[in-house]
């Protein structure tokens, strides 16, 4: 076993004083964690992550089978490292298009409309295949802003059941709209773009929110939704729509670890999602953060590493769904409970192919509870120490750190860049290739191993395993007046370090 010393004396010295912007704090010295933690071991992870999703029709998905084989292989090696693992079970809405929709016209003039450019499948839709009539409700044309088509059960008083119910954008829910087509008989409904301003012509991507709603439902831009209403104004329009899918509540998991040593009152949590999309191994979105996590996990276990403060360790449930894993886990902790948790690090996207160091920062004005700043500082000061380009990302972005931002626990992390596009001066600083996204092929079935960057995750792993431990020991500031340590506080973590 590797035995190493953080390096305590320096802590009397300002040489070794990490300045953050909020007060100061020594640096502890995470080099023999860094040491353990190697790009090999973590990336072999990813690759029995890569094994369980191909043997699971290529998905690691919550509520699929690949998910709950995932749960168990993290569980397993936590387990037998001798942390204290919870599995926190929740239900959630459950939706997989089983086959690629359609949307015709059969008369007058045939014509089929194309998957993803002129319709796409709402989700939480019902699974139906009709060939009906097209009826329009209670639509607005042209179009003049606030349409209540379909939001209430009169709108649909004459309607013939049986018929497709052609509705417009506007006022209320899709999944109101959905359901009062449904009761009244319809065989599918299209939901079209209201059309009223710019931003409300496109393609329109809605979801019912949860399961319920059994006939198909489709959404449309405003083209195509004009369209149709013009045919229906010329004399009657048969439509046939057709959506394969599975709507319903699961049950998923949240995995959580924690150590035995640590003070219980001072919490530190670091975390990455476990979840995959639908059809995808989520490899690097986010096997390349779970990865990590887990591999730093057990490295400080194998260690002896006996931490100042409590850390948890999570693997979050549903994060593709709308960060549910996080946020549910969040909404079950007591307020005392939640004022333990003195900080929470996230590790989403880490092995981009076009990859770039990137920090979550917080911005002016944006409500990041007090402390953040100081993780973003952490993971600058490292990534400055080894000579590594960064740049800010912003804080309030779309992982689970923002459960936990939002419940007003101190938060920050990292990230390797998605389908942004790399610019100049970040290739000549780190390389890759200018012009190009960092990575275009997350939440897609393409996110494959093959796709990994050895040399960002490896990059991105060291500068998580240093914040991790350098929370790991981080000091209180009860515990250090003037920006130094007490005594009690040395001697603390001086005897947590095995000599």
Not at 48 to 54: E, F, G, K, P
Not at 175 to 194: F, H, P
């Amino acid at each position: 076993m590797k035995r190493f010393l953080l390096l305590l004396v320096a802590v009397l010295t300002a040489a070794t004083v990490l300045v953050s912007p909020l007060e100061a704090q020594p640096n502890p010295d995470s080099s023999a964690l860094r040491e353990a933690v190697t790009v090999e071991g973590v990336f072999a992870h990813m690759q029995a992550l890569n094994q369980i999703a191909t043997a699971n029709d290529g998905e690691r998905a919550s509520g699929t089978p690949g998910y709950q084989a995932s749960v168990d292989y993290v569980t397993g090696l936590l387990e037998g490292a001798g942390y204290q693992v919870t599995i926190q079970p929740f239900d959630f809405a459950f939706f997989d298009e089983l086959s690629p929709a359609e949307l015709e016209r059969i008369s007058p003039d045939p014509k089929t409309f194309v998957n993803g450019t002129d319709f796409l499948t709402m989700l939480q839709s019902g699974s139906g295949d009709a060939t009906a009539p097209l009826q329009a409700v209670d639509v607005v044309m042209p179009p003049t802003g606030g349409s209540t088509s379909g939001c209430e059960a009169s709108d649909f008083a004459g309607f013939t059941p049986g018929n497709v119910a052609l509705i417009q954008r506007g006022t209320c829910t899709f999944l109101l709209k959905a359901q009062n087509a449904q009761a009244a008989g319809a065989s599918a409904a299209i939901i079209y773009n209201e059309g009223n301003t710019p931003d409300r012509e496109g393609l329109l991507a809605g979801t019912l929110v949860e399961p319920g709603v059994n006939i198909p439902v489709v959404g449309t831009s405003f083209a195509v939704g004009e369209e149709l209403f013009n045919n229906i104004q010329a004399g009657e329009t048969i439509v046939h729509v057709f959506t394969d899918t599975i709507s319903e509540t699961r049950e998923t998991y949240n995995v959580l670890a924690e150590t035995p040593e640590g003070n219980p009152k001072s919490v530190t949590m670091f975390g990455a999602h476990l979840d995959s999309v639908i059809d995808s191994p989520g490899m690097n979105d986010n096997a390349s953060g779970t990865a990590t996590v887990l591999e730093t996990a057990l490295q400080m276990s194998e260690l002896g590493i006996e931490p100042r403060n409590k850390l948890r360790f999570a693997f979050w449930g549903a994060e593709e769904l709308g960060l549910l894993g996080s946020a549910h886990y969040v909404s079950t902790l007591s307020a005392t409970e939640l004022s333990k948790i003195k900080v929470y690090l996230n590790f989403d996207v880490i092995a981009s192919l076009n990859g770039f160091p990137f920090v979550y920062t917080p911005e002016e004005g944006d409500g990041a509870p007090a402390g953040s700043e100081e993780a973003t500082e952490v993971f600058n000061d490292y990534f400055d120490s080894v000579g590594l380009p960064h740049d800010p990302t912003p804080l309030f972005g779309g992982s689970d750190h923002v459960s936990f931002l939002n419940a007003g626990v101190p938060s920050g992390g990292l990230f390797s860049g998605a389908t942004g596009i790399k610019t100049e001066a970040q290739a000549a600083a780190y390389g890759g290739t200018a012009g190009e996204p960092y990575d275009d092929l997350i939440n897609s079935p393409g996110d494959v191993i093959g796709r990994i960057n050895l040399d960002v995750l490896e990059d991105m792993s060291d500068a998580a395993v240093h914040g991790i431990f350098w929370y790991a020991f981080r000091t209180p500031a009860q515990d250090r007046p003037g920006g130094r340590p007490s005594a009690a506080a040395v001697a603390a973590s001086d005897a947590a370090v095995p000599h």
